[in-house]
């Protein structure tokens, strides 16, 4: 194969986003959406000019011509529609949350490497050139080693009990939505497996959490401080202290600018453009299945199942849990 044809399952927002930036990957073409809402996926087609729309997961997921599939649904749907696509035997681009918790990842993992198929988390940011150059900085030894990372990510969302984000049926709540984000900048940084981990959460009338506070601690004595809310508008800035120097991004979740401050006074300035932010991963994605790859070694399954693990120990900590986990 020289090309990965793309199907979507869902056609909502975040599909959007995908199906303008495939188009920048040389090596990748979005041919297919589905959607059970029949008029949104033959919207959705016409939109972006799509060979096929189905308003049936399973037809589109019976097109022998589909390699690849992104799920863009809510992640209360990403367990069922994954194991779906496996089921067909097609590579898997999910967003995040991976899903809403890590015993469904590690039977998504499991089941998808058994078949042989491609499966990676959809967390984008982790893919961009800002992320990466950091990421770079750090391995070179230009702030010495990381002693603590501080990271937030808020924004306020009405309320609305009917809402996704408010609807625990839904998975609602802000851990698995805004909460991802700075966990998993911390994890990039410092590692997946803290010694301890603390979250005091506040919990809303629907029973979602609407806002946390959460520490990492690690062995070596490194920290992070990680903050989310759906109640106010945080900067949803980041920073990384060293011993030898401090990094501050620009946002947590999609850094376009970075600076590096050296102990010596000198500065380091990256800035990046990225209006197409979704290529990278889809960049990642689509060249790893091509070379026959199961997942990616920027967002491993150990990476996936580990944060997830994190998320199942803070909502213990707050006795929280999603009602499909009742059973």
Known sequence: MKQINWGIIGCGNIANRFALDIKFVENAKLIACSSKDEKKAKDFKEKYDLEFCYSNYEQMLKNPQ???VYIATTHNFHYENALLCIEYDKHILCEKSFTINSKQAKEVFEKAKKKNLFVMEAMWTRFLPATRWVKEQIKNGAIGQV???FAQFGFKFPFDENSRLYDINLAGGGLLDLGI????FACNILGNRP?????????GKTGVDEQASISLIYKDGQTATLTYSMLINYECSAEIYGTKGKILLNHTCYPTKATLFKENGETDDFDGSFSNNF???IREATNLILQGKLESPIIS???TIEIMELCDNLRQQWDFKYPQEMN
């Open 66 to 68: 589909i390699n690849s």
């Open 147 to 149: 002693i603590s990372v």
């Open 181 to 184: 984000y700075p966990l998993s």
């Open 195 to 203: 010694q301890k981990i603390i979250g005091v959460a506040k919990m």
């Open 279 to 281: 290529e990278y991963e």
């Open 301 to 303: 399954s150990n990476d």
